[in-house]
């Protein structure tokens, strides 16, 4: 029986030398991959109470929409800025070298919905920290984030603290 750390790709020196990459797309390419993954989301998830799914830009939503549909609730996309089409609501947050900018539909999280947030990493946090300020931002409260990997020596979990994490493999 294959895990889903089997169908992961670990691609070394990319982006940059001396960065091992964890490629999902092996995930993805395999059926049995994608079942598998899927499949272990819902089990995660199956005792969360939410309302609203939100899959960060852009392999959040490759997760984020099957998992709305699994749980019959509205999937929500996090994009980075201007790439959505009605009025929207941002948060602009650190990177290591800049800033970054994301964004949701002014309409799309409700006060009091309660969110899972889904991505397929967890590395520092940064970026699941600024999706969850902007889900409160809209007066939504974040009940759980939801990864595929996570590389636990850049300690995201910990950046996190407070919010419930659920990852599906650790490097």
Known sequence: ??????????????????????DITGILSDPDGL?????????????????????????????????????????????????????????TYNLEYGTACMEVHKDAIKPGQRVVIVDDLLAT????????HLVEKMGGKVECFAFVIELADLKGREFLDGYRVESLTKY
């Open 125 to 132: 946090g940064g970026t699941a920290k600024a999706a969850a």
């Open 35 to 91: 079942k598998l993954t899927l499949n272990a989301f819902y089990k995660a998830l199956e005792n969360v109470d939410f309302d609203v799914v939100v899959g960060l830009e852009a392999r959040g939503f490759l997760f984020g929409v099957p998992i709305a549909e699994h749980f019959h609730k509205p999937f929500v996309p996090e994009r980075k800025k201007g790439k959505l089409p009605r009025e929207t609501v941002e948060i």
């Open 1 to 22: 029986m294959k895990r889903i750390e089997d169908y992961i790709i670990a691609v070394p020196d990319f982006p940059k030398p001396g960065v091992l990459f964890r």
